[in-house]
C-alpha cells in the first residue's frame, strides 16, 4: 500500500513538475512496484539459479492419449484448472535482495500451451521423432520474462495425441505436480483454498520436527557451509520440546546427523565410467513399454525386498550390462546416483514449491548376478532408513539460496562432481486417467540434472504398469535407448530366477 502511494505521488509530481527528479522517482517507484511480489523461498530460488547451459533445471513430462485431444480444448482445461494455482500466472523477478513471484502482466496462455507437429517418419517410428522432440525441447530455456511454463500439443501422435510439459524446478517439485496434474484431468479437483501466508513463512520454516537448534547447528558446522547465524535465518530451529516426539533421543539424532553430515562432505569419488564427465550442449531421451507392477510385486515379495529394491537393482543391471555391451570393465565398480526424498506432508500435497531432500544411492553395476544384486541394493536401501541426509541436503539447498550464484554453484559441486546420475522413482495414480474424455495411456517424466551430472533415470508406476525412462548428455551416453533396452532382459533375468530359487540346491 505504502508503496503504490509512492507511485502515485510520484506520478503527479513528474506530470504537474516535468523534470529529473520527477522521472527518477517515478522510476524509482515503478521499479519497488516490480519487486513487491511474493518472495520465492531461499531453495526455490537455489533451483532457479542453478539453471546452466549444459544442464536446465526443468522437469519435463511426456504423455500419450488415446483418442487424440484437440488444441481449443486443450487450452481451455488449462485456463480452467491450471491458473487456479498462481505460480502458472506468474513470472520471476531477480533483484538485488532476492527473487519475487509477481504476476505476468503480458500473460498469454498461448505463449503457454502451443501446438507441435512431429516430422513424418513413418509408421512405428513416431516415438523416436517425438523422444526427438522432447531432447530439443529439454536444452530450450524457458522465456523468465514470462511464467515459467509450456506445454507442447502433438494433436496427430501415433492415432492419439502426445503432450510434452516444460515446467522450471522452482515452481515445484515432482510430488506437488503429481496433484497439479490430477487437477487437470477429468473429475480432479481443483486446489483447495488456503490463506497465503505470513511474510515470514516459506519452505525453509516447515522444516521436520527431528531438525531442532543444536542439531541444526552441528549439521551445518559438519558440512562447512554455516553456523548458527544462518541456520536461525533458515528457521531451522524448532521448538527443542517438541523435537523428541520421535523415537529417537536427542542424543542418538545428534550423532546421526553428525555422522550423516561427515557421509556427506566426505564422499568418495565416483567410479570413472564413460558415463561421468562433462556434459555437452545435447541430450537424447528413451523410454520402454510398461511391465506390470503386479509382476514386479510378486517378485519383490518372493525375494522379501520392496518393490523399490527390485526396480533400483533393474537400474543397476541395466547401466552395468550397457558398460559391459561398450568392452568396458565392471567388476567391483559402483556409481552413485542422487534419489530425491519427499519430505512434505499430506496436507501439503497442494502446495508449490520444493520439498525434498536427497540421499545418496550407490549402485552396485559391477554385480552381474541379479539376485546377489537386488539383495546388495536391500541392504543399501536399509541402511538409509532413519538417515537425516534428505533433511541436510534440504537445509543445504536453504543455504545455497542465501548466496550468490558463483559461491551456490561451488557449494553444491560437492553433489555434482561425485554423481553420475539422478535417479527418481514416483508412485502414479493406479487407474488410468483421463483428459478431456481420452485416456492418458501412458506418461514419462524427467527431473533435471544439475552440475556436471549427465544421466537421469526415471521410474513411474501408472496404471498398473511401471515404466523407466533415461534421458542423458549426448557427449556421455549418445544412445540412451541401449540403456533402456537393457531393463526388460534385467527384470526378466531376476524373475526366472526367483522362479527357480525353490529348487536351487535340491
Known amino acids: 500500500m505504502v508503496i503504490r502511494k509512492v507511485a502515485r505521488r510520484a506520478a503527479e509530481t513528474d506530470s504537474t ?42 522437469i519435463i513430462g511426456v504423455w500419450t492419449f488415446e483418442p487424440g485431444i484437440r488444441y481449443a480444448h486443450l487450452r481451455q482445461r488449462v485456463e480452467d484448472r491450471l491458473l487456479r494455482y498462481s505460480r502458472f500466472r506468474q513470472r520471476v523477478q531477480e533483484h538485488a535482495t532476492g527473487v519475487t513471484w509477481s504476476e505476468d502482466p503480458q500473460f498469454d496462455i498461448a505463449r503457454h500451451v502451443v501446438r507441435e507437429k512431429l516430422p513424418r517418419r513413418g509408421k512405428g517410428l513416431e516415438q523416436m521423432a517425438l523422444q526427438a522432440r522432447v531432447a530439443e525441447l529439454a536444452m530450450r530455456p524457458l522465456d523468465r520474462k514470462h511464467p515459467l511454463w509450456q506445454f507442447h500439443l502433438v494433436e496427430d501422435y501415433d492415432g492419439g495425441s502426445a503432450l510434452i510439459a516444460r515446467i522450471h524446478h522452482c515452481i515445484a517439485d515432482g510430488i506437488a505436480l503429481i496433484a497439479v496434474t490430477m487437477s487437470l484431468m477429468d473429475g480432479g479437483a481443483p486446489p483447495p483454498a488456503r490463506q497465503r501466508s505470513q511474510a515470514a513463512a516459506g519452505a ?45 533421543g536427542v542424543g542418538r539424532l545428534a550423532w546421526q546427523v553428525v555422522t550423516d553430515a561427515a557421509a556427506l562432505a566426505l564422499m568418495p569419488d565416483d567410479s570413472a565410467t564413460r558415463l561421468k564427465g562433462k556434459p555437452g550442449m545435447a541430450k ?58 519427499n519430505l512434505r506432508t499430506a496436507e ?12 545418496p544411492l550407490v549402485l552396485p553395476i559391477g554385480i552381474a548376478n541379479p539376485v546377489e544384486r537386488v539383495y546388495e541394493v536391500r541392504r543399501r536401501m536399509n541402511a538409509l532408513k532413519g538417515s537425516t541426509q534428505p533433511f541436510l541436503t534440504y537445509a543445504l539447498l536453504a543455504v545455497a539460496g542465501l548466496m550468490t550464484k558463483p559461491a551456490q554453484d561451488a557449494l553444491l559441486d560437492l553433489f555434482g562432481s561425485k554423481t553420475t546420475a539422478v535417479v527418481t522413482n514416483v508412485p502414479g495414480p493406479r487407474e488410468k486417467l483421463k483428459l478431456l474424455g481420452s485416456t492418458l495411456e501412458q506418461c514419462m517424466f524427467w527431473v533435471p540434472q544439475s552440475g556436471d551430472v549427465g544421466l537421469g533415470v526415471s521410474i513411474l508406476s501408472y496404471g498398473g504398469g511401471v515404466q523407466f525412462g533415461v534421458i542423458s548428455a549426448t557427449s556421455l551416453c549418445p544412445q540412451p535407448q541401449k540403456i533402456i533396452d537393457e531393463f526388460e532382459p534385467e527384470y526378466s533375468k531376476l524373475a526366472w530366477l526367483t522362479l527357480m530359487l525353490p529348487w536351487l540346491g535340491g
Not at 45 to 55: E, G, V
Not at 311 to 323: D, E, K, M, T
Not at 348 to 359: E, I, K, P, Q, T
Open 284 to 341: 537424447q531421451v528413451a523410454w520402454c513399454p510398461p511391465i506390470p507392477l503386479d509382476d514386479v510385486k510378486a517378485v519383490g515379495k518372493a525375494l522379501n525386498c520392496s518393490v523399490n529394491d527390485v526396480l533400483l537393482s533393474c537400474v543397476a543391471g541395466a547401466i552395468g550390462a550397457y558398460l559391459r555391451s561398450h568392452g568396458d570393465a565392471t567388476a567391483g565398480q559402483e556409481i552413485r546416483a542422487m534419489v530425491p526424498v
Open 17 to 58: 513538475h516535468p523534470g529529473d527528479l520527477g522521472r527518477a522517482a517515478l522510476e524509482a517507484a515503478k521499479s519497488m512496484l516490480a519487486y513487491s511480489g511474493e518472495r520465492m523461498t531461499k531453495v526455490d530460488t537455489a533451483w532457479l539459479r542453478m539453471d546452466s547451459p549444459a544442464n536446465l533445471m526443468m
Open 348 to 359: 501439503h500435497s497442494h502446495d508449490l514449491g520444493n520439498r525434498f531432500g536427497l540421499v
Open 204 to 248: 525453509e520454516d516447515w522444516t521436520p520436527q527431528g531438525l531442532v537448534k543444536p542439531l541444526a547447528d552441528m549439521s551445518l558446522k559438519a558440512l562447512g557451509v554455516a553456523g548458527a547465524a544462518a541456520a536461525r535465518s533458515l528457521g531451522l530451529l524448532l521448538d527443542p520440546q517438541r523435537a523428541t516426539a520421535g523415537a529417537l
